[in-house]
């Protein structure tokens, strides 16, 4: 899958964005793809008038294009096959960001996780808040040290969530990296299981993964006074899982709505790289990858 492999990766030269550049190389190695490195220099009011009055702007510039390059050969060490170019912008870093994610051979955007705060359960970093909430392409963030690319992917779906955008989300990911897809769900209300909705639900989509050759298992909770996402988290610990799915929702832009509750949490608090699908980042035509789609029941058609 070709057109799926040139990847955009924020640096800021912090230990969470190179990491993160190591990761998207991993990503690309496995399809001999394309790496861009880009550095964002924050010139806010005052300052960008300063810098671009004198050589000040010019020598910045050009020392963050030093450490890109110097960057960028130490990552072809490691992987000879990736193609790696750079890009170095100024002003706000989620609006450079999220421009150029909007060029026509970026297909997903890599972000390092880089903020501190009080309370992690309730806060994102700016960046990633609105990189993961406008992004015209899927978002994938990195935590700590990932080791694997993907062999794994826990995909949560509900009742109110739209199954085709995260099935063909599964689909794609699930066949360019040869992953095996856990369905997760929980129960909401006193019911066998087996009698749900949701379990029903899940058996589909099982069925429609299994038809299009992805190894599919699917997981419904017994209602718990855990909340949803933390049963997620533990269960995609439990299986040692190399990534989360999440659809994101533009609902507004409260911290406690912006993406979703249960989206927000998972993606700040996963262990593992969490892959977040705004609607417009999934609008891909799933037959632009794959010529023959499966549907032995037409879940994508309902």
Sequence with gaps: MKDYTTILVPVDFNEPSLKA????????????????LMNVIETPGLLMEFF???????????????K???????????????????????????????????????????????????????????????????????????KGTPVKV?????????????????????????????????????LIGGIKISESLIYKKLKAA???????????????????KKPPFMRVLEYAEEIEADMIIVMTHQEGFTYNNYIGAFAHHIINLSKVPVLSLTASANNNDIDHYFKTIVDPIGLLKK
């Excluded at 550049?21 to 861009?36: C, D, F, K, M």
């Excluded at 990552?75 to 750079?86: E, I």
């Excluded at 955007?109 to 392409?137: A, I, Q, Y």
Aim: hydrophobic letters at 40%.
């Design 206 to 224: 099982e069925k429609f993964l299994n038809a299009n050759g992805i190894k599919t298992l699917f997981k419904v909770f017994e209602i718990s």
């Design 68 to 142: 890109l390059l110097k960057l960028t050969n130490s990552l072809q060490k490691n992987w000879p096959n990736v193609k790696f170019g750079t890009l170095v912008e100024l002003g706000k870093p989620y609006i450079k960001i999220l421009e150029a994610a909007r060029q026509s051979e970026i297909k997903m955007v890599v972000l390092g996780e880089n903020h501190d705060c009080m309370e992690p359960d309730t806060e994102l970093g700016t960046t990633v808040f609105h990189v993961t909430l406008k992004s015209t392409v899927p978002v994938l963030t990195v």
């Design 21 to 36: 550049a190591q990761y998207a190389a991993q990503l690309a190695s496995s399809q001999n793809g394309e790496v861009i």
């Design 150 to 186: 993907k062999n794994k992917i826990v995909l949560p779906l509900d009742l109110t969530r739209d199954t085709e955008k995260n099935l063909k989300a599964a689909l794609m990911y699930g066949k360019n990296y040869n992953s095996e897809i856990h369905l997760v769900s929980a």
């Design 52 to 66: 671009s009055s004198g050589n000040e702007l010019v020598k910045i510039t050009n020392q963050a294009k030093d």
